[in-house]
């Protein structure tokens, strides 16, 4: 008996703060981003799938078996979902726009 992946996508827009984040709980490939115009498309292949975001290096590891990219733009907490996803063997894309308060 297969069971279906555990998938999802998730996009939080308000008037501080644009959020998008994709997660599957049995690591592999993630579903795309939802299209939004408040995270225009560099590339045709983001419309099928979750890619590597450059400015994102230091929290990005795209294997076989799990894709982790995060973009919040606080480094410690990029560093503190990458090490969640990772331990947990998740899959997780999450990017962020808007304010920030450090």
């Known amino acids: 008996m297969s069971l279906p ?3 999802t996508t998730l996009t ?3 008037n501080e703060t644009k959020v998008q ?3 599957s709980l049995d690591g592999g490939v993630l579903p795309a981003f939802e299209p939004c115009k408040h995270f225009p498309q560099t ?3 983001e ?4 890619v590597p975001v450059p400015e994102a290096a ?3 590891q795209f294997t076989p078996t799990q894709q982790i990219t995060i973009n919040t733009g606080v480094g410690f907490l990029d560093h503190l979902l990458h090490a969640l ?7 997780l894309a999450v990017r962020c726009k808007g304010d920030l308060f450090s």
Do not use: D, F, Q, Y
């Open 5 to 7: 992946r555990r998938t």
């Open 12 to 14: 939080r827009l308000t």
């Open 21 to 23: 984040v994709s997660l």
């Open 43 to 45: 590339s045709p292949e």
């Open 47 to 50: 419309a099928t799938r979750i």
């Open 58 to 60: 230091h929290s990005t």
């Open 85 to 91: 996803a990772k331990h947990a063997g998740w899959s």
